[in-house]
C-alpha cells in the first residue's frame, strides 16, 4: 500500500497577502544589505510583488502605487540617492579598473539617468585635473593589473601576448592609445609581475 505524501510548508500555509506594511519590510530589509538606485529599490519591490501575486492568483498592477509611495518616501528621507549611489558605485568601478564606457553601461542597467552619470564622470575628470590624475588612465592600469596584461603578465609571454592584451583592453572599453600606453609601459619591481 503506498504511503501518502506529506504536505510541505507551502500547502499547509497559505500566501499572506501583499500589504503595505509587507513592502515596507521588503524595502527596509533590502536597503539595510544593499546599497541601491531607486530603479533598483523599484524592481525589487516589483518582483517581490509579482511573485506573491503569482502564488495568491491576484494581479501585480494593484500594487503599483503602494510601491511607488514606498519608493519616493524612501527618496525623499535620503534612503535611497541616486547621486549617492552612482559616486560610490563610479568609485568601485574605477577601483577595479572599469573604463568610462564600461561604467556607464553598468550604472544604466541599474537603472541610473544617463545625465546623472556623465555627471559624475565629469566631477571625476575635474577631480583628477585638480589632483594631476587621470582617471581613465589609473582604471587601465588597474584592469591590466588585475588580469595581469603587459608589463604585468610574465616577462617572457609578454611580448608575444602583446595583441591579445591590447585587444582585452578594448573590449573594457578604453581607447587603443590609451591600451597601447598601458601595454607598452615598464613597471617598477614591486607593482609588476609577481609570481
Given at each position: 500500500?503506498?504511503?501518502?505524501?506529506?504536505?510541505t510548508l507551502r500547502?499547509t500555509?497559505?500566501?499572506p497577502p501583499?500589504t503595505a506594511?509587507y513592502l515596507e519590510?521588503?524595502?527596509?530589509?533590502?536597503?539595510?544589505?544593499?546599497?541601491a538606485?531607486?530603479?533598483?529599490?523599484r524592481?525589487?519591490?516589483?518582483r517581490?510583488?509579482?511573485?506573491r501575486?503569482?502564488?495568491?492568483?491576484?494581479d501585480p498592477?494593484a500594487f503599483?502605487?503602494?510601491?511607488?509611495?514606498?519608493?519616493?518616501?524612501?527618496?525623499?528621507s535620503?534612503?535611497?540617492?541616486d547621486a549617492?549611489?552612482?559616486?560610490?558605485r563610479?568609485?568601485t568601478?574605477?577601483?577595479?579598473?572599469a573604463?568610462?564606457r564600461?561604467?556607464?553601461?553598468?550604472?544604466?542597467?541599474?537603472?541610473?539617468d544617463?545625465?546623472l552619470?556623465?555627471?559624475?564622470?565629469?566631477?571625476?575628470r575635474d577631480r583628477?585635473e585638480?589632483?594631476?590624475t587621470?582617471?581613465?588612465?589609473d582604471?587601465a592600469?588597474?584592469?591590466?593589473k588585475?588580469r595581469?596584461?603587459g608589463?604585468?603578465?610574465?616577462?617572457?609571454?609578454r611580448?608575444?601576448h602583446?595583441d591579445?592584451d591590447?585587444?582585452?583592453?578594448?573590449?573594457?572599453?578604453f581607447?587603443?592609445?590609451?591600451a597601447k600606453?598601458?601595454?607598452?609601459?615598464e613597471?617598477?619591481?614591486?607593482?609588476?609581475?609577481?609570481?
Amino acid at each position: 500500500m503506498p504511503r501518502e505524501a506529506k504536505p510541505t510548508l507551502r500547502e499547509t500555509k497559505p500566501t499572506p497577502p501583499v500589504t503595505a506594511a509587507y513592502l515596507e519590510r521588503v524595502a527596509l530589509q533590502y536597503l539595510e544589505r544593499y546599497s541601491a538606485s531607486v530603479a533598483m529599490l523599484r524592481q525589487t519591490m516589483e518582483r517581490r510583488v509579482a511573485k506573491r501575486c503569482r502564488l495568491r492568483g491576484e494581479d501585480p498592477a494593484a500594487f503599483a502605487e503602494t510601491i511607488a509611495a514606498i519608493v519616493e518616501r524612501a527618496r525623499s528621507s535620503g534612503l535611497v540617492d541616486d547621486a549617492r549611489f552612482t559616486a560610490a558605485r563610479a568609485a568601485t568601478l574605477r577601483r577595479r579598473g572599469a573604463s568610462a564606457r564600461g561604467l556607464s553601461a553598468k550604472l544604466a542597467a541599474k537603472g541610473v539617468d544617463r545625465t546623472l552619470i556623465a555627471e559624475t564622470l565629469e566631477t571625476e575628470r575635474d577631480r583628477g585635473e585638480e589632483q594631476g590624475t587621470n582617471a581613465e588612465e589609473d582604471a587601465a592600469r588597474a584592469y591590466a593589473k588585475r588580469r595581469r596584461l603587459g608589463p604585468f603578465r610574465r616577462p617572457d609571454l609578454r611580448a608575444a601576448h602583446r595583441d591579445k592584451d591590447l585587444a582585452s583592453l578594448a573590449r573594457a572599453g578604453f581607447s587603443y592609445g590609451l591600451a597601447k600606453t598601458i601595454v607598452d609601459e615598464e613597471v617598477t619591481a614591486e607593482e609588476g609581475f609577481h609570481r
